[in-house]
């Protein structure tokens, strides 16, 4: 259990680190130009159609996601499904509302409304119950939270137990239950097995 735990903590930091990696060209390509992604689509059933739009945008620095969802009665000849890319030239992003607090001028926002009035349209159908979001944050967020679990799986461990006995002096994993060999990196450690011994007991060094 305690090597799943190990490997899966280890693909997820991969994980991690690629998604990282992805976010640091789309950041570079915020500087070059925008993108606008934007998905729209109409499920009609015979009670209901439901409404699904989403919009992504990428501006100087930061990533925007918009999400409506809405219920409306039903209407055949309103069901449809497209996606959209647009480039853009490089722009700023600029929200409805002005910016009015430390963190919305720092690139954090977020806002949320909702209803059953039957007053918003969603995708040219009047939705009797319609949600939707809007969120933008700053890519230099984004890369500094996927680099935690990849700091914390490969960098961390060599400064923190390196120097520790009991511990692989390569990789940092705890060899107290293998003192001859490093399970995780195959490394020799150049403490002997008696060592170990003293050390898992309490022994005099």
Known sequence: MKHFRRWLF?????????LCLCTVALWI???WCGDQWSYETNRVTPIQTKMLET???LAKD????AWSHGVGPSNPSAAFSMFVHRKLPPFELRMKAPDR???QRSGFRFSADGGNNGLADVNGVRATRWWEFDLSFPLWFATAVLL???TWRWIVPRFRKRTTPGYCPNCGYDLRATP???PECGAVPPISPLSFVKFRHG???
Do not use: H, W
Not at 10 to 18: E, R
């Open 180 to 182: 001859d060999r490093c």
């Open 203 to 205: 022994g005099p060094g």
């Open 55 to 57: 919009q992504q945008m």
């Open 101 to 103: 607090t430390f963190l």
């Open 29 to 31: 390509r915020s500087y």
């Open 10 to 18: 280890t693909a997820l930091a991969a994980i991690s680190l690629v």
């Open 62 to 65: 930061e990533l925007y996601i």
């Open 148 to 150: 935690v679990l990849p």
